[in-house]
């Protein structure tokens, strides 16, 4: 804030705080999708058998890809972070660029695989999904909501990303004061820590 | 900032209202204390809104049979006084106007860890406050579920739900930032010397708050997500044609919803314990204890939601275990109220109208204590799910409990905040004639509810009528007591004579700065050598 009459305020910048509302914000993103992961947790117990069909549909290939391109995506944006404390500003913004554009191609992949079982009638309410297992249905249902949901969050990670590359344009982020971009950079570690979790159970537990 | 001589030291600091002009250094000010009045207003005004619903629905049970609306009418009124009260009023109330306002003054900061973040959160609710006031105009009609949403009715119902839980959801998001800008506040902003034994109660008990709404929020944040996905999209997890399972809606419902009673009863408790020693010139008894009671009423209550389902075919063992920890739940609370009495044991106690607001409390909050473990055990359960004991019992708690908290907050930081004193003998009677009011209105409520009267229902026997009449009788006087407190208040705001700095002679950090206070706080961060309530030290003066 700057000056009011008859006195003037001090700019703190207290990096220790700013990590530790961004570990709190991370806390309460967790629980939201801890939410979800009740869910799919009672529902898998109700209905194991009907989980274990429906799972057997979902493309192994390209989840597997996705995590590939997710997990590389959290390498690049670390590796960026380490490039600003260095003094490497080119570099940095290379490796941002790279990021945004592995988060792209995540969400690229994943419409394909929802537009493919779109195309195969299966998507929330749709005719062909009615017909099937009360856990199949559910199943469906919390694959579109949970994959939704995190398709989101990589939506919004990109986002924060391109603001960062914005700040470093403009050398707001720079060698001395760069924890806006570890905290954006934490908060796209939350979004791939994220789908290490719906990988499996989505794709790998059959 | 230059210092030039004897005139410039003399004359007074700018108070944080002087500081700037016009409304745009209102809705956009990063001041903590500006953004605290700011919350005020808007929890004034949905308390008041509240207050006629709740108004027409007892008029409403005056006399068996329709009396003055339809029941389809009646069912929006139950439901939108349940979600502005406890979404618009209750849960933001304290945290949001004291917390902002008092919390960085308290600890001796000139604002809170992330001023840019507080302002979204005012932003955020009145965004999400103006979407849930939308859903009664727009659609079908306002919603009619009750506060709780609970599914599969809220999926089925045509009336206007999901723009209220789509509300709701964005109240959620101004929550759980408020929350995480208080814990960090706490942690980085203490002045030198604050160690975490020196902090005032208040701070300790908006601290535990805190937690539970970063904590407990998400939940209904994705709870509400899915209930607005269920009703465009048909997903299915909580529709049982489709294989959901409504019962894990009331689950994932009352995982926040519980813990939320909480983030409403812990600040009032804060207020409480800031209060009960100024008023009896006594160090507060047993810190350690209230401090460590707070956080443990924030743990523990965040497991006991299964509590609000003994009757839903729920297992028997979750039945048992919830009804256990419902139990221990309210050790940590009776640990409170056992130390503000022993406060004012032997303690030169002044008469002043927020002692008189805490005393209300801890006699109100102990029934709504006392009735709640009536119903936490399962036999009785049986009898008084969802019968009018229910809302007596939450009514005790929340508005004799929180309500009366927040009102012995008015009445003590009003000189602060304000800089102007209201009447205090007004005040003393509009307390009497609330305290009468209230019980007569929600006794009879418990009675009602111990005789079978069932709640939400438009329509009663005869042989609930002479308590029924007793209750509406009792919500007038209550309603009277309450224009007379605002009517004062509001008198002392504008014509009120002008407070000293320090009139209950407290010895908390907001009590040493100027009233009100200028927009830096603290010309100097100040040093902290002894406790919140080392009166001894005010003497020495």
Same mark, same amino acid.
């Given at each position: 804030?700057?000056?009011?009459?008859?006195?003037?305020?001090?700019?703190?910048?207290?990096?220790?705080?700013?990590?530790?509302?961004?570990?709190?914000?991370?806390?309460?993103?967790?629980?939201?999708?801890?939410?979800?992961?009740?869910?799919?947790?009672?529902?898998?117990?109700?209905?194991?058998?009907?989980?274990?069909?429906?799972?057997?549909?979902?493309?192994?290939?390209?989840?597997?890809?996705?995590?590939?391109?997710?997990?590389?995506?959290?390498?690049?944006?670390?590796?960026?972070?380490?490039?600003?404390?260095?003094?490497?500003?080119?570099?940095?913004? @290379?490796?941002?660029?790279?990021?945004?554009?592995?988060?792209?191609?995540?969400?690229? %992949?994943?419409?394909?695989?929802?537009?493919?079982?779109?195309?195969?009638?299966?998507?929330?309410?749709?005719?062909?999904?009615?017909?099937?297992?009360?856990?199949?249905?559910?199943?469906?249902?919390?694959?579109?909501?949970?994959?939704?949901?995190?398709?989101?969050?990589?939506?919004?990670?990109?986002?924060?990303?391109?603001?960062?590359?914005?700040?470093?344009?403009?050398?707001?982020?720079?060698?001395?004061?760069?924890?806006?971009?570890?905290?954006?950079?934490?908060?796209?570690?939350?979004?791939?820590?994220?789908?290490?979790?719906? @990988?499996?159970?989505?794709?790998?537990?059959? | 900032?230059?210092?030039?001589?004897? =005139?410039?030291?003399?004359?007074?600091?700018?108070?944080?209202?002087?500081?700037?002009?016009?409304?745009?250094?209102?809705?956009?000010?990063?001041?903590?204390?500006?953004?605290?009045?700011?919350?005020?207003?808007?929890?004034?005004?949905?308390?008041?809104?509240?207050?006629?619903?709740?108004?027409?629905?007892?008029?409403?049970?005056?006399?068996?049979?329709?009396?003055?609306?339809?029941?389809?009418?009646?069912?929006?009124?139950?439901?939108?006084?349940?979600?502005?009260?406890?979404?618009?009023?209750?849960?933001?109330?304290?945290?949001?106007?004291?917390?902002?306002?008092?919390?960085?003054?308290?600890?001796?900061?000139?604002?809170?860890?992330?001023?840019?973040?507080?302002?979204?959160?005012?932003?955020?609710?009145?965004?999400?406050?103006?979407?849930?006031?939308?859903?009664?105009?727009?659609?079908?009609?306002? !919603?009619?579920?009750?506060? =709780?949403?609970?599914?599969?009715?809220?999926?089925?119902?045509?009336?206007?739900?999901?723009?209220?839980?789509?509300?709701?959801?964005?109240?959620?998001?101004?929550?759980?930032?408020?929350?995480?800008?208080?814990?960090?506040?706490?942690?980085?902003?203490?002045?030198?010397?604050?160690?975490?034994?020196?902090?005032?109660?208040?701070?300790?008990?908006?601290?535990?708050?805190?937690?539970?709404?970063?904590?407990?929020?998400?939940?209904?944040?994705?709870?509400?997500?899915?209930?607005?996905?269920?009703?465009?999209?048909?997903?299915?997890?909580?529709?049982?044609?489709?294989?959901?399972?409504?019962?894990?809606?009331?689950?994932?419902?009352?995982?926040?919803?519980?813990?939320?009673?909480?983030?409403?009863?812990?600040?009032?408790?804060?207020?409480?314990?800031?209060?009960?020693?100024?008023?009896?010139?006594?160090?507060?008894?047993?810190?350690?204890?209230?401090?460590?009671?707070?956080?443990?009423?924030?743990?523990?209550?965040?497991?006991?939601?299964?509590?609000?389902?003994?009757?839903?075919?729920?297992?028997?063992?979750?039945?048992?275990?919830?009804?256990?920890?419902?139990?221990?739940?309210?050790?940590?609370?009776?640990?409170?109220?056992?130390?503000?009495?022993?406060?004012?044991?032997?303690?030169?106690?002044?008469?002043?109208? !927020?002692?008189?607001?805490?005393?209300?409390?801890?006699?109100?909050?102990?029934?709504?204590?006392?009735?709640?473990?009536?119903?936490?055990?399962?036999?009785?359960?049986?009898?008084?799910?969802? =019968? @009018?004991?229910?809302?007596?019992?939450?009514?005790?708690?929340?508005?004799?409990?929180?309500?009366?908290?927040?009102?012995?907050?008015?009445?003590?930081?009003?000189?602060?905040?304000?800089?102007?004193?209201? %009447?205090?003998?007004?005040?003393?009677?509009?307390?009497?004639?609330?305290?009468?009011?209230?019980?007569?209105? @929600?006794?009879?409520?418990?009675?009602?509810?111990?005789?079978?009267?069932?709640?939400?229902?438009?329509?009663?026997?005869?042989?609930?009528?002479?308590?029924?009449?007793?209750?509406?009788?009792?919500?007038?006087?209550?309603?009277?007591?309450?224009?007379?407190?605002?009517?004062?208040?509001?008198?002392?705001?504008?014509?009120?004579?002008?407070?000293?700095?320090?009139?209950?002679?407290?010895?908390?950090?907001?009590?040493?700065?100027?009233?009100?206070?200028?927009?830096?706080?603290?010309?100097?961060? !100040?040093?902290?050598?002894?406790?919140?309530?080392?009166?001894?030290?005010?003497?020495?003066?």
């Amino acid at each position: 804030m700057s000056e009011t009459k008859g006195f003037v305020f001090e700019e703190i910048k207290d990096y220790t705080g700013a990590k530790l509302g961004m570990w709190l914000f991370i806390l309460s993103e967790i629980l939201l999708f801890g939410g979800m992961f009740i869910l799919y947790s009672a529902y898998r117990y109700k209905t194991p058998a009907d989980f274990h069909h429906a799972s057997k549909e979902l493309d192994v290939i390209l989840g597997t890809l996705n995590t590939i391109i997710l997990l590389t995506s959290s390498l690049s944006v670390a590796a960026c972070i380490s490039a600003i404390q260095k003094g490497q500003r080119k570099l940095s913004m @290379y490796l941002l660029m790279v990021t945004m554009a592995l988060g792209l191609l995540f969400l690229v %992949n994943k419409g394909f695989e929802w537009g493919t079982k779109i195309e195969h009638g299966i998507y929330p309410n749709s005719p062909a999904l009615l017909v099937r297992t009360r856990g199949e249905i559910l199943f469906f249902g919390l694959y579109y909501v949970m994959t939704g949901l995190h398709g989101l969050h990589v939506l919004v990670g990109v986002c924060v990303l391109f603001v960062m590359l914005i700040f470093i344009v403009k050398e707001k982020i720079n060698r001395m004061h760069f924890t806006p971009l570890e905290n954006s950079g934490l908060y796209w570690h939350l979004v791939d820590i994220i789908w290490i979790f719906l @990988y499996p159970l989505f794709y790998l537990i059959t | 900032m230059t210092s030039t001589g004897a =005139t410039e030291r003399v004359r007074p600091r700018i108070s944080f209202y002087e500081d700037r002009r016009g409304i745009l250094s209102w809705i956009l000010t990063l001041d903590h204390k500006r953004i605290g009045l700011l919350y005020l207003i808007f929890v004034i005004a949905f308390f008041f809104t509240g207050v006629i619903l709740g108004f027409f629905m007892r008029l409403e049970m005056l006399a068996p049979g329709g009396t003055i609306m339809a029941p389809q009418t009646y069912n929006a009124l139950f439901t939108l006084h349940g979600i502005i009260m406890i979404f618009l009023v209750v849960i933001p109330a304290i945290v949001t106007v004291f917390g902002n306002f008092f919390l960085p003054i308290q600890i001796g900061a000139r604002d809170v860890a992330f001023p840019r973040i507080n302002l979204l959160s005012w932003w955020l609710f009145v965004v999400g406050a103006g979407i849930v006031a939308l859903s009664v105009f727009t659609g079908e009609g306002p !919603p009619d579920t009750g506060w =709780t949403f609970y599914a599969p009715y809220s999926l089925r119902t045509t009336v206007n739900v999901p723009m209220a839980v789509f509300g709701v959801f964005i109240l959620g998001m101004s929550s759980i930032l408020t929350g995480v800008n208080l814990v960090t506040t706490t942690h980085r902003l203490r002045a030198p010397g604050l160690t975490w034994k020196r902090l005032p109660l208040f701070v300790w008990a908006i601290y535990a708050t805190s937690w539970v709404q970063i904590l407990a929020t998400p939940v209904i944040g994705i709870t509400m997500v899915l209930i607005f996905l269920e009703r465009f999209f048909g997903v299915g997890v909580f529709d049982p044609t489709k294989g959901g399972d409504p019962i894990l809606y009331q689950h994932m419902f009352w995982i926040y919803s519980h813990p939320a009673t909480y983030i409403m009863i812990l600040p009032a408790m804060g207020i409480i314990s800031d209060v009960v020693p100024v008023f009896a010139r006594k160090k507060i008894f047993g810190y350690t204890a209230i401090a460590l009671s707070g956080m443990a009423i924030a743990a523990v209550g965040s497991l006991v939601w299964g509590h609000h389902m003994f009757v839903s075919g729920q297992s028997d063992f979750a039945d048992l275990l919830f009804s256990l920890l419902t139990f221990l739940v309210a050790v940590p609370s009776a640990i409170k109220v056992f130390n503000w009495v022993a406060t004012l044991h032997k303690g030169s106690v002044v008469i002043e109208p !927020p002692l008189l607001f805490c005393l209300a409390f801890i006699f109100l909050f102990s029934i709504g204590g006392l009735t709640g473990l009536i119903q936490g055990a399962l036999a009785p359960n049986v009898h008084l799910h969802d =019968t @009018y004991w229910i809302p007596g019992h939450f009514h005790y708690i929340i508005f004799g409990g929180m309500g009366f908290g927040l009102f012995a907050a008015f009445h003590y930081w009003f000189p602060k905040m304000f800089g102007r004193m209201y %009447n205090r003998k007004m005040a003393i009677r509009a307390w009497a004639i609330m305290l009468v009011g209230f019980n007569i209105f @929600y006794f009879s409520m418990l009675l009602l509810g111990w005789e079978g009267m069932p709640r939400r229902y438009y329509d009663y026997l005869p042989q609930f009528r002479s308590l029924h009449l007793t209750a509406t009788f009792g919500s007038w006087i209550l309603i009277a007591g309450l224009m007379l407190m605002f009517g004062n208040l509001f008198h002392g705001l504008f014509k009120g004579e002008k407070a000293e700095d320090n009139p209950w002679n407290g010895v908390t950090l907001e009590w040493q700065i100027p009233s009100p206070p200028p927009t830096e706080n603290f010309e100097q961060i !100040p040093v902290i050598q002894h406790g919140p309530y080392d009166f001894k030290e005010l003497e020495k003066k």
